[in-house]
């Protein structure tokens, strides 16, 4: 039977679903304007630039990890100068002078494994908790870094991503390269420091920094005061005590692990010979204590 008028949908056979009475109906649907696409931002790093981190001898056997966070005063080349002269850069603010050629002299020595940082301090500080504003700084013992002034998430970012996050991921492998050998990682951190700071002379040749982990700190401070020949501070031209977001707080104090970091002034190892001297001061005093037993154990000392 054909359909009457009274079956048909209320809207007639064009209703709303045919295209009648009702939202318009249209041959192609209708979209918003596409937004035109960014492109993304280019690497930070090129070619022609260092890698974040270097790892000396990583399948070393021993359970000694020496990191050195100081060590380049490398600037990657899509950042330029950072806005500063070439003095400026060859001064402590761009990195330890000295500590790179000691830790890898140290490694040598002890056939130990070593990650050295690739960048300078100035671009991003390995050495820092990212929520720490001198992270990136934008003024340094009274210099003003003009590249780090008004920075934006993404070029924060980029440079986290490139050379902070890499250089951690590489003390975390070797850190667990060492676990995975069922030996407790030794985390001996080495930097360098100026014999003069805000015209007060610094009188120490070593600082010995620690926290709670008296385990290497303790005995290495007895060993390098019985040498005789050097003012050694206690947690001196720096403090270790109560310190957040640095190399050692990430990779050894939580879990567990003895560690230390050193600091030598920088006239004693600006130079072949002083760096060749105190390696084997180093050498000397801490060799002894990585074959005490209580290294060999994974032990929390919680702050008070």
């Not at 100081?70 to 002269?85: E, F, Q």
């Not at 030996?183 to 100026?194: E, Y």
């Not at 403090?239 to 050692?248: K, L, M, P, Y």
């Not at 190892?269 to 001297?277: F, K, Y």
């Amino acid at each position: 039977m054909a359909s009457s008028a009274s079956d048909m949908p209320p809207d007639g056979p064009a209703g709303p679903f045919r295209g009648g009475p009702g939202p318009a109906a249209h041959e192609r649907p209708v979209t918003a304007p596409t937004p035109p696409r960014t492109a993304p931002p280019a690497p930070l790093l090129g070619p022609g630039d260092p890698p974040p981190a270097t790892v000396l001898n990583p399948g070393a056997a021993g359970p000694l990890l020496l990191v050195c966070d100081h060590a380049s005063r490398a600037i990657p080349k899509a950042l330029g100068d950072l806005g500063l002269p070439e003095e400026q850069l060859c001064r402590h603010i761009a990195y330890d002078i000295g500590a790179a050629d000691l830790t890898r002299l140290l490694a040598a020595r002890f056939g130990a494994t070593a990650v050295l940082s690739g960048y300078s301090r100035l671009v991003i500080d390995p050495n820092r908790d990212l929520d720490d504003p001198t992270a990136i700084p934008v003024v340094s013992d009274d210099v003003v870094i003009p590249a780090n002034r008004a920075l934006d998430a993404a070029a924060q970012a980029l440079r986290i991503d490139a050379l902070f996050r890499p250089y951690h991921a590489a003390v975390a492998r070797a850190v667990a390269a060492i676990r995975a050998r069922g030996q407790v990682p030794v985390v001996v951190s080495v930097h360098s420091f100026t014999p003069a700071m805000r015209g007060f002379d610094r009188p120490w040749h070593i600082g010995v920094l620690w926290d709670q982990d008296p385990r290497v700190p303790v005995p290495l401070l007895k060993a390098l005061r019985a040498d005789g020949r050097w003012c050694v501070g206690d947690n001196e031209p720096y403090t270790g005590r109560d310190t957040t977001g640095g190399t050692v707080e990430t990779h050894a104090t939580p879990a567990g692990y003895p560690n230390v970091l050193l600091e030598v002034r920088q006239d004693l190892v600006a130079t072949p010979e002083g760096v060749e001297l105190w390696a084997g001061v180093l050498v000397d005093a801490l060799a002894p204590i990585l074959f005490l037993p209580e290294l060999a154990v994974v032990r929390h000392y919680p702050r008070a």
